[in-house]
């Protein structure tokens, strides 16, 4: 590829970021944004499929070439998040009460204009890419189990996922092995007390205070539960009790996240949590129940395979690759294709001189350095024509 295509394709990417930016929808609603991509791909002339997805679309190209051939699929989010967008740029979001605050936007222009290129070069290479465009990544269940309901992967199929990172400088990729983000499960307390006036608190059993101090007790479970080697993140993201001043509230609820790596981690700081809150409510008189919402399972890169994607990326890319030092807190659903399929989760720096990139992902005026969105583009077309394409389609 010469160095004037690969402007023109980081140009269009930007400029489809831009427009899909501007366009942000949330999770399962995003039919104007599958309508963008079906349009996109009819133009190509690539084949696509929307039956039984939802507002997802899956495409697949076919390499006509020499070679040994390929299978991979590469997988782009549609949705935004409900987060109001509090930046002054041109390319704001025109729609109220959301915007696209972690990226997807970016990853989903770059896997367009890769299509675009590996469609017009299909004689260059040869097998197959599919291409996910998936909705609802931020919502769990996501959408990642209905595509692979609806359309499952050959076993041999290699799965890939790029994924932007503000906390990463632009210019930089990070490949983990291992581990790389976390299970993410949703707990829901509800403690029962008895309720009573505020001016006589001995005859009560204080479930707001109870519930505070569960909040309290709870910042010690991953401390005196995990091992010091081990990781895990508990935290408390909403309470909601009593009605009026001088009441002592008869239940209070609360709900938080428990993030993990390893699934005997996560059973185990799960069990600390239950008898935490058992025993807590107990001590003030009261009762609590906890109920789970299992999220998405932690996502794990295979170690040998991580470090073939490394030497990808390092030999073809005009950035700096590095093997991650940890693994990541966040969650995915991308867990679910690497659970099923070898491939790839990584992340590329988007981090620039602007402070606004620098802003953690899901704040309102979070935004990119835009050249990441080209590194993206590069890096998935590394990985397609990685040793299946002639050395005039490489270069």
């Given at each position: 590829m010469s160095d004037e295509t690969r402007r023109d394709l980081h140009a269009e990417a930007i400029a489809l970021r831009r427009q899909l930016h501007q366009m942000p929808e949330l999770a399962f609603e995003?039919?104007?944004?599958?309508?963008?991509?079906v349009s996109y791909l009819r133009d190509l002339k690539v084949d696509y499929s929307t039956q039984g997805i939802g507002t997802g679309v899956i495409g697949v190209l076919h390499g006509t070439g020499d070679g040994p051939g390929i299978d991979v699929a590469f997988r782009a989010e549609l949705d935004a998040l409900p987060v109001e967008d509090a930046k002054d740029v041109p390319y704001r979001s025109r729609r109220r009460g959301a915007s696209h605050a972690c990226g997807h936007d970016a990853?989903?222009?770059?896997?367009?204009?890769v299509a675009r290129l590996l469609q017009q070069e299909s004689a260059k290479w040869s097998g197959r890419v599919t291409l996910l465009f998936q909705p609802a990544e931020e919502l769990p269940p996501g959408g990642a189990l209905t595509l692979l309901s609806e359309a499952p992967?050959?076993?041999?199929?290699?799965?890939?996922?790029a994924h932007l990172a503000s906390d990463i400088p632009v210019g930089r990729v990070e490949v983990t092995a291992g581990p790389v983000q976390s299970a993410n499960d949703r707990f829901d307390v509800l403690v029962q007390g008895v309720g009573g006036h505020a001016a006589t608190p001995e005859l009560s059993r204080d479930a707001l205070l109870a519930a505070a101090a569960l909040i309290v007790e709870l910042q010690s479970v991953v401390s005196r539960t995990v091992a010091p080697l081990e990781s895990a993140a508990v935290s408390v993201g909403t309470v909601a009790s009593?009605?009026?001043?001088?009441?002592?509230?008869d239940r209070a609820q609360m709900s938080g996240t428990v993030r993990t790596h390893e699934s005997h981690v996560r059973d185990r700081v799960h069990a600390a949590i239950e008898r935490v809150a058992s025993g807590v409510a107990q001590a003030h008189g009261c009762t609590a129940t906890v109920t789970w919402t299992v999220g998405y399972p932690a996502a794990v890169n295979d170690p040998a395979h991580a470090a073939e994607v490394?030497?990808?990326l390092s030999r073809t890319l005009d950035v700096e690759v590095v093997r991650a030092a940890r693994p990541r807190m966040e969650s995915d659903d991308f867990a679910y294709y690497l659970h099923k399929n070898l491939g790839n989760f990584f992340f590329v720096g988007s981090g620039g001189e602007d402070a606004s990139t620098r802003l953690p992902h899901h704040h309102p005026a979070f935004d990119i350095d835009e050249r990441a969105v080209g590194t993206i583009v590069d890096a998935y077309l590394a990985i397609a024509l990685s040793g299946s394409v002639s050395d005039e389609a490489a270069h």
């Open positions: 995003e039919r104007d944004t599958q309508q963008l991509v990853h989903l222009a770059a896997l367009l204009v992967l050959r076993s041999d199929t290699r799965v890939y996922g009593g009605d009026a001043f001088n009441v002592i509230a490394i030497e990808i």
